[in-house]
């Protein structure tokens, strides 16, 4: 399970309250705390879930540049690229971070793109792994926002789902985890059933 985190802010601080959602968890903390690992209960099912997370670094809105394949290439003895590229080889399923800020916008529909080519760069087919668009509402009195039906229309993927989170609230991250265990299911029981 890959996190692609395109909001501001540090992705250790989604991670930690995503391992204290579920039973378990731990945290990898070295180099940087990206990684951990958590019992995840759904329904009868519990699923051991390695959860990384990606913090992408695209600067641009015109241009896919700074791609975590060429970061890891260029690594220069900083393993923490190599191992988020090595993340998205294997992620079975993803959850890109956004927010409904307006100036933020255009920056989401950006890093769909960056996510599409990171998934490129890693030997993937985009459309093969589903994405859930965990819509984050921060809540900054007077900072105009989008519509949510406006951003599930512009944050699309081959197969996708839109779950809106209130973080000050914290709420939104289980229920976007769920959901991405559910597009992982109804895939894997579709391809079993070929």
Known sequence: MVYYKATMGAPET?????CS????GV???EPVPREG???WARGDVVYSLHLFFVYSRGRSSRSIENLVAIEAAADDGYPVFAREFAALKHAETIVLSVDDTEHRFGRNKHFVEVLRADLIA???????VP????????CNDGVPTIPVADMV??????RCDHVEAFPQDKRGAKEALDRAIALYEEMRAEHEAK
Do not use: C, E, K
């Open 153 to 158: 229309q512009a944050l699309t993927w081959a």
């Open 21 to 24: 959602l579920g039973d378990d």
């Open 27 to 29: 945290i990898v903390s």
């Open 14 to 18: 989604l991670l930690r309250h995503v």
């Open 131 to 138: 994405v859930v668009f965990q819509i984050n509402h921060p």
């Open 122 to 128: 890693a030997g993937r087919d985009p459309d093969a």
């Open 37 to 39: 690992h958590v019992l």
